[in-house]
C-alpha cells in the first residue's frame, strides 16, 4: 500500500487549466481516469490527509503509485479524452456500467441492395437503421409480423434469398403477401428500397400521414366499388393501428427524447433509460455498477452519458434528454452532445406535467431492476467469496486466490498439439484476457512435455512485462536482452499474476507446471491439479491428494474454471483442425487463383479424380491453358495422395468421404474425448 506523499506532485508542477489526469499502480496499470476545469485543484484534492478522504477514494489513492494529466483546450475536449481511456485503460476504481442483459433492436439494413428487416444485438454497424433496443426479441417480432402486410420487406437470410433466386422460387412469406420476393423479380430494388423506408417512416414514428392516405385510398377504393382493394386496405390500416398500440403513446406532443433514471444505495447504482419516439415509449434498456468510486447522482447520470451516447451520432442522440440531476459540466456534455447529433440537445430535469411524471415511472422501474440485482447478487457473491475462502483454506493459501489461471492441453490422436488458458477473477470468467497456445518445442503426444512448454512461456512474458517497468531485474543480463519498450498503461497479455495456477490433470502435470515456474525463480504462485477420473486436487510434491467434499464449492468453481479451460482448449484445436484439413494441393500451384481452382473442382468433382486427368482434359477446363494444366498435373503428381476415409466405428473404407474423428483433451477418458 502506498503512501499518496511518496507520489505528489511538486507545487506549481500541476497546471491550473482543464485537462485528464491518470493515476497508475505499481505495475504501472491505469486505476483511475478523471478530468477536471482545473487540474491543480482537483488534484490536490486527492493528496489530503487520507483519513478525511471518503474511503473509496482513500482505497485509490494508496492502491496507486503514480499520477500523470494531460492539459487540453477546453472541457469538451477534457470529457471526450476522458470517455476514450476509460474505454481503453478500462481502470478498476472508475465507475464502469454493465448490461444486466443483451437487449434486441429492431434493425434495416439500408446499407444492402435489397433492405433487410431483423433482430439485431451488440455493437451498431454503418448503414444500419435501428429501432429500439426493445426488453424483449418476440416484442420486435410481432411488431414486424404485424407490419409485413402493408410493408412487405425482405426478412429472410442471404442464404434463403439466394436460393430462392437461383430456383426463381420465392420462400413462403412470398406466397402469403407478407414478402415483395424481390429475389424473384417481383419488385425492382428501388421499389423494394422505397418500401424499407416507408417502413422506416413509420417505425419512426411518422405515422398521421401514413394512415391518413391509406384511409383517403380506402375511401376511394369503395366510391369505385372495388371492394377488395378497400376491404384489403382497411385490414392494412387495423395491423397498422395494432402495431402502434403496442407502444403506448406516453408524451402528447410527439417528443423525441430519452429519460435517465437512477436508484442507488452506498455500493451499486442502478441506471434505467426510456426511448421515447413520436410521443411513443420506443425502448427500454438498464444498467447495473458497482460504487467503486466516491460519486453522487450527477456524477452517475454524466457516467451514463458517456456510456450511453459516446458511441452514438445523428438521430441516435434525441433532442432532449431528461435527467433526475445535472451534472457539473452539464454546458460541455450539452456541447458534447450537440456535437455528436449534429444539432442542439437540450439536457434538464422535467419539472411538471407529463415528462416528470414518466421520469417517476423510469425511477420506479430503476428502484425495481436494483433490487431485483441485489437479490439475485447477494447470493451469488456470498457463494463466490466462500469457494474462494474453501479453496485457500484446501490448499493452504496466504489469502483466497484473486486470480486464478487454469491450463489445458488438447490435440487429435497427437496432432494439432494446442493449449488453452483461462482467466477467472473473483470467482468470474475475465474472457478478454483468455489466450491460446500451440506447442512448439516438439511434434507428437507429450502432455507434461506440452504442459511445461505453455506455463513456462506464459511466466517468460509476465517476467518480460516486469523487466520492462523495472519491477524485476534478471540476475543473467543475457535474460534482460529485450528492447525495453514505453509503457503506455494498455492492459498487457501477461503482465498480471495469478495468486493459483490449475492445471487440467493429476501428478505429472502439476509437476511439469511448478518445475517450469522454479526454473524462472518465481515462488509466489500456488500450483494445483484437477484430476478427472475422482475429481482428486493434486499439490506439487504431495503423494496423496487432497479430496474436497462434493458438495464444496470451492471444488465446484475449480471444476468450472477447469471445464472452461477444456471447452477453450478443444474449440481451437478443433478450429485449427479444420483449417488443415481444408488444405489442398491445388493450394500450392503457383498461378493458379481461387477461381481456377473452384473450376477444376467443379469440373472434375474431386482432386482424386483430377490427379487421375490427363493433361489434355485438364485443358477442357475454361480458363485453363496447356500450361497451367501441365503446372497443376506436375504439383499433383509430387504431392502425396490422401489416405482412404475410414469408418471409425466399422472400419469399413470410404471412398471419398470424410473420416469421422473424436478429439482428446489431455485427462480426459473417452467420454470426454468424442465430438458430441
Known amino acids: 500500500m502506498a503512501d499518496p506523499s511518496s507520489y505528489r506532485p511538486q507545487p506549481g508542477q500541476i497546471p491550473d487549466s482543464p485537462g485528464v489526469y491518470r493515476f497508475r499502480d505499481e505495475h504501472r496499470r491505469v486505476i483511475y481516469v478523471g478530468k477536471a476545469k482545473s487540474l491543480r485543484q482537483r488534484l490536490a484534492n486527492y493528496f489530503q ?95 414486424v409480423d404485424l407490419m409485413l402486410r402493408v410493408f412487405p420487406v425482405r426478412t429472410c437470410s442471404a442464404g434463403v434469398f439466394k436460393r430462392s433466386a437461383q430456383i426463381g422460387r420465392p420462400c413462403l412469406l412470398g406466397y402469403i403477401g407478407k414478402c415483395s420476393a424481390p429475389c424473384v423479380g417481383r419488385v425492382t430494388p428501388e421499389e423494394h428500397r422505397e418500401l424499407a423506408e416507408d417502413f422506416c417512416d413509420f417505425m419512426a414514428g411518422r405515422t398521421g400521414t401514413y394512415l391518413s392516405r391509406l384511409e383517403k385510398e380506402m375511401h376511394a377504393a369503395a366510391e369505385e366499388m372495388e371492394y377488395e382493394k378497400a376491404a384489403r386496405l382497411r385490414d392494412d390500416i387495423g395491423a397498422l393501428r395494432r402495431a402502434m398500440e403496442k407502444n403506448a403513446v406516453v408524451l402528447a406532443d410527439a417528443t423525441d427524447a430519452d429519460l435517465i433514471a437512477v436508484a442507488e444505495d452506498e455500493l451499486e447504482a442502478a441506471v434505467q433509460i426510456f426511448h421515447v419516439r413520436g410521443g411513443r415509449v420506443r425502448g427500454q434498456r438498464g444498467w447495473v455498477t458497482d460504487k467503486v468510486e466516491a460519486v453522487d447522482t450527477a456524477g452517475l447520470v454524466e457516467h451514463a452519458l458517456q456510456q450511453l451516447y459516446g458511441e452514438e451520432t445523428g438521430e441516435s442522440v434525441p433532442k432532449e434528454v431528461l435527467v433526475p440531476a445535472l451534472p457539473e ?177 493429476g501428478q505429472p502435470q502439476v509437476a511439469a507446471a511448478q518445475r517450469a515456474l522454479s526454473e524462472l525463480g518465481i515462488d509466489d504462485v500456488a500450483v494445483c491439479g484437477l484430476a478427472k477420473r475422482l475429481e482428486e486436487v493434486w499439490l506439487p510434491g504431495e503423494d496423496d491428494p487432497v479430496v474436497l467434499p462434493r458438495t464444496s464449492e470451492g471444488l465446484y468453481l475449480l471444476q468450472r474454471v477447469r471445464d472452461e479451460a477444456h471447452r477453450f482448449a478443444i474449440r481451437y484445436q478443433r478450429n485449427k483442425r479444420g483449417k488443415r484439413l481444408r488444405v489442398s494441393p491445388l493450394d500450392d500451384v503457383p498461378g493458379l487463383g481461387e477461381s481456377r481452382k473452384q473450376a477444376l473442382v467443379k469440373h472434375f468433382g474431386s482432386v482424386k479424380k483430377l490427379r487421375q486427368a490427363t493433361i489434355d482434359q485438364i485443358c477442357e477446363v475454361p480458363g485453363i491453358g496447356r500450361k497451367t494444366a501441365e503446372t497443376v498435373a506436375a504439383a499433383l503428381a509430387q504431392a502425396a495422395p490422401a489416405g482412404p476415409a475410414v469408418n471409425m466405428a466399422t472400419g469399413e473404407i470410404m471412398e471419398d468421404e470424410e473420416p469421422a474423428t473424436a478429439e482428446t483433451s489431455s485427462g480426459r477418458g473417452s467420454e470426454r474425448g468424442a465430438e458430441k
Open 49 to 143: 490527509d487520507v483519513a478525511g478522504l471518503h474511503p473509496r477514494t482513500a482505497t485509490m489513492v494508496t492502491t496507486a503509485a503514480s499520477v500523470e494529466w494531460t492539459v487540453v483546450s477546453t472541457e469538451v475536449e477534457a470529457l471526450q479524452l476522458e470517455y476514450s481511456w476509460i474505454k481503453e485503460y478500462d481502470p478498476r476504481f472508475n465507475v464502469k456500467y454493465r448490461d444486466d442483459k443483451s437487449y434486441p433492436s429492431l434493425a434495416v439494413t439500408l446499407n444492402e441492395e435489397y433492405p433487410r428487416v431483423q433482430v439485431m444485438r451488440g455493437p451498431k454497424r454503418k448503414g444500419v437503421r435501428y429501432f429500439g433496443p426493445y426488453a424483449h426479441a418476440w416484442a420486435i417480432r410481432e411488431t
Open 329 to 505: 459540466d452539464t454546458p460541455a456534455l450539452s456541447q458534447w452532445l450537440a456535437e455528436r447529433r449534429g444539432s442542439q440537445v437540450s439536457l434538464r430535469i422535467p419539472q411538471r406535467g407529463d415528462k416528470k411524471s414518466l421520469m417517476e415511472t423510469v425511477h420506479r422501474n430503476a428502484q425495481q431492476s436494483l433490487a431485483l440485482h441485489k437479490t439475485k447478487r447477494a447470493s451469488d457473491l456470498t457463494t463466490r467469496s466462500r469457494a474462494l475462502e474453501e479453496i485457500a483454506e484446501a490448499l493452504d493459501l496466504d489469502s483466497a486466490p484473486l486470480r486464478i489461471e487454469c491450463f489445458d492441453i488438447s490435440h487429435l490422436q497427437g496432432e494439432d498439439v494446442v493449449a488453452s488458458m483461462v482467466v477467472f477473477e473473483d470467482g468470474l470468467a475475465r474472457k478478454s484476457e483468455y489466450r491460446r497456445f500451440q506447442i512448439k518445442s516438439f511434434a507428437g503426444q507429450d502432455d507434461v512435455r506440452s504442459m511445461h512448454e505453455v506455463v513456462q512461456r506464459r511466466f517468460r512474458r509476465y517476467l518480460q512485462e516486469k523487466l520492462k517497468t523495472g519491477e524485476w531485474e534478471p540476475e543473467d543480463p543475457e535474460e534482460g536482452a529485450e528492447v525495453r519498450a514505453e509503457d503506455d498503461g494498455r492492459p498487457k497479455r501477461f503482465a498480471y499474476p495469478p495468486q493459483l495456477v490449475v492445471v487440467d490433470g
